[in-house]
C-alpha cells in the first residue's frame, strides 16, 4: 500500500472511532484537530490509540498534544481535553496510557529511563503545563528545523535538546554520561557544573543539527510496495 493510502486507512479508522467517543457538541473540534494530522504517522497512531482507549472513560475530544520527553525514539506525551490531560508513551509503533497529570508519574522504570529519580524530581521539571512543548507536525516534517528545540541545519542546539549529539560517545548529549566522566563526578549537584560542563563542550566543539539527527521513524520512507 501506499504512504497516502495507509494515511488515509488510519484517518478513517479515527473517523469511525470519534462518534463514539466525543459527543455531538465535541464532534467538530475532534475532526478538526484530526485533520491537522492527516499527513503525520506518528501523531495518528497515538490519537487512534486515545480514542480506543478513552483512559477513565471520559468521552471529550482530543485538543492537544504535547511533548514531555524524548529518547532514543520513545516520546513521554501529555494528551490534553478540554477537562484532562494524560501520560502517554509511545514510540514509532505503539502508545500507551500511563496516567492523568494530575497523579503524575509513577512508573519507575519509566522515570528511571528518562533520567528522573521519583516522581517528585519530574513532577519539578514537569510543573506548568502551559510550559509543555507542542507536538507540531508541520515543524516535524521540515527537515530543515531541528524537531524538537527548532534550531536550523548547521546551527547549534539549545543546550539541554535531546536531539544534540554527544561529540565525545557520539550518543544522546542530553542522557550519556560523559557530562560526568568529563568532571570527575558521580552527579550534577549544582548549576555550577553545568556551567563547567558547558565549557568543556565548547572547547570540545558542539554538533551542530544535521538532517541525518532526526529519530529514524521521522524520516520518510518512500517504499510504496
Ligand atoms: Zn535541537
Ligand atoms: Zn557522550
Known amino acids: 500500500m501506499l504512504t497516502g493510502e495507509r494515511l488515509s486507512k488510519l484517518k478513517e479508522e ?23 494530522f492527516a499527513e503525520d504517522f506518528f ?16 468521552e471529550e475530544a482530543l485538543i492537544k498534544i504535547s511533548v514531555l520527553e524524548e529518547k532514543e525514539q520513545v516520546f513521554l506525551m501529555l494528551l490534553s481535553t478540554t477537562g484532562h490531560h494524560y501520560f502517554y508513551v509511545t514510540n514509532a509503533d505503539e502508545s500507551f496510557f500511563l ?14 529511563f528518562f533520567g528522573y529519580a521519583d516522581s517528585k524530581s519530574f513532577a519539578k521539571t514537569h510543573s506548568d503545563m502551559e510550559k509543555c512543548r507542542e507536538y507540531r507536525s508541520l515543524e516535524r516534517m521540515d527537515e530543515e528545523l531541528c524537531p524538537s528545540c527548532g534550531v536550523k541545519t548547521g546551527s547549534m ?8 549529539v554527544c561529540p565525545w560517545c557520539r550518543g544522546q548529549l ?3 554520561n560523559c557530562r560526568f566522566e568529563q568532571l570527575d563526578v558521580e552527579a550534577f549537584t549544582d548549576d555550577i557544573m553545568l556551567d563547567k560542563f558547558a565549557v568543556k563542550l ?7 543539527y544535521a538532517k541525518e539527527q532526526r529519530p529514524t521513524f521521522m524520516v520518510e520512507e518512500e517504499s510504496g510496495e
Open 14 to 36: 479515527i473517523n469511525v472511532l470519534i462518534p463514539y467517543a466525543v459527543p455531538p457538541e465535541e464532534i467538530e473540534s475532534a475532526n478538526t484537530f484530526l485533520n491537522t
Open 43 to 58: 501523531a495518528l497512531g497515538i490519537i487512534k490509540d486515545y480514542y480506543q482507549t478513552l483512559p477513565n472513560a471520559y
Open 99 to 112: 496516567s492523568e497529570w494530575d497523579r503524575g508519574l509513577e512508573d519507575k522504570q519509566l522515570l528511571t
Open 157 to 164: 542546539h539549545t543546550l539541554g535538546c535531546p536531539v544534540e
Open 174 to 176: 542530553n542522557y550519556c
Open 202 to 208: 565548547e572547547q570540545k566543539g558542539r554538533i551542530a
